[in-house]
């Protein structure tokens, strides 16, 4: 009769876990985004610092729109 | 005690190699920008000139392939294009990206410095005007 009991015991613990509902929730942050980003600026930092020569043959001209300053 | 001064030595001469190839980039770099500072007054007035223009993949093209007849033009377009891609591969290789990321930043770089009226090729092959 235990024997039976254990057994049903063990049988109904192993049915609930098995069927137990698992929510798996990423929580990883979006790393690579921010490692092109990081890229990009660190480029465009050191393009601007090689070219700097540019702006001083060119009559310092405004990089964002390419006017040139009166 | 051996084995410290070997290891001691060791970092001794890797140190010394880092260093010098760091100088041999650095003394690289200048000597490019020199080239690229000597050709800025002629790529400048031929792209004013509308006969060459900045291109998507971060190079200078002859807005028409008749321009490049004329030797200037085609000593500077190519002249250029090839300090570009030393600088690109010099420049990928100091912040561990490709030089092809180097040069997407410089293209967009330069269309933003152009002036009105100069050459742009976008990356289906057409030219455009920049208008503003």
Redesign the interface.
Known sequence: MKRRTAASLIGATLVLTSCAPTVDVNLKTPEPIHITMD??I???K???D??S??DT??GK?D??????SP | MKTSLTRCLTALAVAGLLGASSAQGADRLAALQASFKARYADLLALKRDGKVGETAEGTVAAVRAAYLKDAKVKAVVDTENKDRAELYAILARKEKTTAEVVAKRNAVRNAQKASVGEYLRDSKGNWKKKAK
């Open positions: 890229v990009n660190r480029v465009d050191e393009l601007d090689f070219f020569f540019e043959i060119d001209k990089a964002k729109t390419g006017e040139g």
